[in-house]
């Protein structure tokens, strides 16, 4: 059984940086796409960024050139480094990965992930 978990969420002031992690355990990852989602109170949980295990990395329109995932496939770590927070961005933020090996492409649908970590709050202030 795949569990995600992650961490590095807090209270950052708006341009601030913060750099979420998450750790995945039961079996390993490296082949398996994984993504950041995030839901903000009483919204929809929607895409922030995804890597594949090519390395191949997609972002949402809003957080190009602010934020970077990135993934160690050592240690089955994936990193969200996000910089120039805005208050809007306040949110929690969830960890996700998917089942199926070996994907074409990286992908930004809720569907598209099976596993799901707990989440972690960011919290923007003004």
């Known amino acids: 059984q795949v569990q995600l978990v992650e961490s590095g969420g807090g209270l950052v002031q708006a341009g601030g940086s913060l750099r979420l992690s998450c750790a995945a355990s039961?079996?390993?990852?490296?082949?398996?796409?994984m993504a950041w989602f995030r839901q903000a109170s009483g919204k929809e949980r929607n895409f922030v960024a995804a890597?594949?295990?090519?390395?191949?990395?997609a972002y949402e329109e809003s957080v190009k050139g602010r934020f970077t995932i990135s993934r160690n496939n050592t240690k089955d770590i994936v990193y969200l480094q996000m910089n120039s927070l805005q208050p809007d961005e306040t949110a929690v933020y969830y960890c996700?990965?998917?089942?199926?090996?070996?994907?074409?492409?990286?992908?930004?649908?809720?569907?598209?992930?099976?596993?799901w970590g707990q989440g972690t709050q960011v919290t923007v202030s003004s």
């Open positions: 890597i594949n295990w090519d390395l191949a990395t």
């Open positions: 039961g079996e390993t990852l490296q082949y398996n796409g």
């Open positions: 996700a990965a998917s089942r199926r090996p070996y994907s074409l492409y990286a992908q930004s649908g809720v569907g598209d992930y099976d596993y």
